[in-house]
């Protein structure tokens, strides 16, 4: 009998599957495998990457060190920021706060 995953479950294997694929199945990428990860899954949020100084931005706000390779850590870091930042603008009730930070 097959397992019936829940869309939360089937949404984290998704993130997992995709970063592993851009990894080329590493345990890192390299920025130029961010940005197509990006650029493929993330069209939206690709826009604000697209030079040097927004791709260095947002690798500061994921914790990547200059010269560094991306880790899972540092990516879930990113998809932490997007949910918050997407919860914010898309709920319906603009006084509840999305308060989900990583510690």
Same mark, same amino acid.
């Given at each position: 009998?097959?397992? @019936?995953? &829940?869309? #939360?479950?089937?949404?984290? %294997?998704? =993130?997992?599957? $995709?970063?592993? @694929?851009?990894?080329?199945?590493?345990? *890192?990428?390299? *920025?130029? /495998?961010?940005?197509?990860?990006?650029?493929?899954? =993330?069209? *939206?949020?690709?826009?604000? !990457? $697209?030079?040097? $100084? +927004?791709? +260095? /931005?947002? #690798?500061?706000?994921?914790? !990547?060190?200059? +010269? /560094?390779?991306?880790?899972?850590? %540092?990516?879930? *870091? #990113?998809? %932490? @920021?997007?949910? !918050?930042? =997407?919860? +914010? &603008?898309?709920? @319906? $009730?603009?006084?509840?706060?999305?308060?989900?930070? #990583?510690?």
């Amino acid at each position: 009998m097959a397992t @019936k995953y &829940s869309d #939360l479950e089937l949404a984290i %294997n998704s =993130l997992v599957t $995709e970063f592993h @694929k851009a990894a080329d199945d590493g345990p *890192t990428m390299n *920025t130029t /495998q961010f940005q197509t990860l990006l650029s493929n899954q =993330l069209p *939206t949020f690709a826009k604000t !990457v $697209e030079g040097d $100084e +927004g791709l +260095g /931005q947002v #690798l500061q706000q994921m914790g !990547v060190e200059s +010269g /560094q390779n991306i880790s899972f850590d %540092n990516f879930w *870091t #990113l998809i %932490n @920021k997007q949910a !918050v930042q =997407l919860f +914010g &603008s898309t709920h @319906k $009730e603009r006084n509840i706060k999305c308060s989900c930070l #990583l510690q």
